[in-house]
């Protein structure tokens, strides 16, 4: 048994205990309700972060919610590393469809997880996955092991789109200074089969609104005399993918990246189960853009998809209205070298072009950001490589994620550094769901083996 092994083994209970605490509060930034938890949430990671060896930690103050900042430099000649993480959580709505309270954290044994998982928002997304490197860093330092420099920039607005921490990055290049970012806010592809992000999508957040009559009439008595919101909406909604479920706004695919038929094999080697996928969705068939399989979908190919959408009456019984006023919340996953910003001016000018007479549309961009592509040949990638080498016996696989963490190109612009994505979770752990999960096994994997990426990043970096 390695040193962290037996460390961990020793601790888990504590550890377990530790996160469990963490869950409990309701840290939702999308919610100004909950403002005095979310600053709560940052006061707790900040102590944990101290306790774990961190000899500068701080609360620094943005225009939005603050930035934790911790550090713990040995050796200004060493190599730096700076995890990246976030304290706030989605909110958890539908709420009748969680199995248990999402802030009251329950163990439950899954088929996935039968050493059991933790069930609570943000087990996984991102308070489960940020706390591993908090304890990961208790280890090193406990056991006189740490290699290198580690500074911690832990967030509080990612799932809002991080709209504060650019101003952050920006006035304090020096603090953050660093040779390599780590960050593990994404998954792997099963628990015996470890892989790395090497790709995530950009993301393009916008809201529309459709108006028509000045006030909520009676269905009878103009039902067919005036334009329904509802009808408009929904009916510009689905003339934005054809029979082939192509996006058809002008210009979305003048820069998406076509991978060659060499890289798509590549891809295709990484395991991968269609019926097990449905199965686990409760699906009989995909859906997606022809030409394409299911893991391309969702990871090299951009999407176009309806978040939420309302208007009218949904309250109990029958209303009779045609509603003034219709709603919808789309986001756009993009790929590499698509601009966020044009994208959404390109949907923006589309939407308004294609709106009948007898309605007015606004479109309201939201927030976005680039995607972003880690280079599978430089040390940063060897070093998690070996890493995950060490702990599973076998070499990940390179990965394309689906999902977005808009600030990754972000930090290569302002601080001129790589980013390496090492993710525990599983696509079942349900994120940004009802009953979110993470598994305990993946917990404690995770601390286990990033210490190893200190150790094989420090020694190529010299």
Known sequence: MNKSKAYIEEHKDRFLQELIELL??????????????????????????????????EICETPGYPVVYGEKIIDKDLPTVLVYGHYDV????????????PFEPVIKETEAHPEGAI??????????????????LEYMVKNDDLPCNVKFM??????????NLGWFIERNHEKLKNDVILISDTGMIAKDTPSITTGLRGLSYVEV??????????????GGAVANPINVLTKMIASLHDENKHITIPGFYDKVEELSPEERAK????????????????????YGEEGYTTNERNSIRPTLDVNGIWGGYIGEGAKTVIPS????????????????????ELFKKHFESIAPSGVTVEVKPHHGGQGYVTPIDGIEYQAASEAYQEVFGKEPIPQRSGGSIPIVSLFEKELKSKTILMGFGLDTDAIHSPNEHFGIWNYLKGIETIPFFYKHFARLKK
């Open 24 to 57: 409990k509060i309701p840290s939702i930034s999308a919610d100004s309700a909950y403002k005095d938890d979310v600053l709560k949430t940052a006061e707790a990671v900040k102590e944990r972060l101290a306790e774990a060896g961190c000899e500068l930690t």
């Open 90 to 101: 989605q909110p958890p709505d539908p709420i009748n469809l969680w199995d248990s309270p």
């Open 119 to 136: 069930f609570a928002r943000g087990a996984c997304d991102d308070k489960g996955q940020m706390y591993m490197h908090v304890k990961a």
């Open 154 to 163: 832990i967030e509080g607005e990612e799932e809002v789109g991080s709209e």
């Open 209 to 222: 609104e459709v108006t028509g009559p000045n006030r909520d009439l009676h269905s009878g008595l103009y």
């Open 267 to 286: 891809m295709g080697e990484a395991p991968f189960s269609l019926e097990k996928y449905k199965k686990a969705l409760d699906l009989n068939d995909v």
């Open 325 to 344: 006023k219709a709603f919808a919340k789309i986001s756009m996953r993009l790929v590499p070298n698509q601009d966020w910003k044009e994208i959404t």
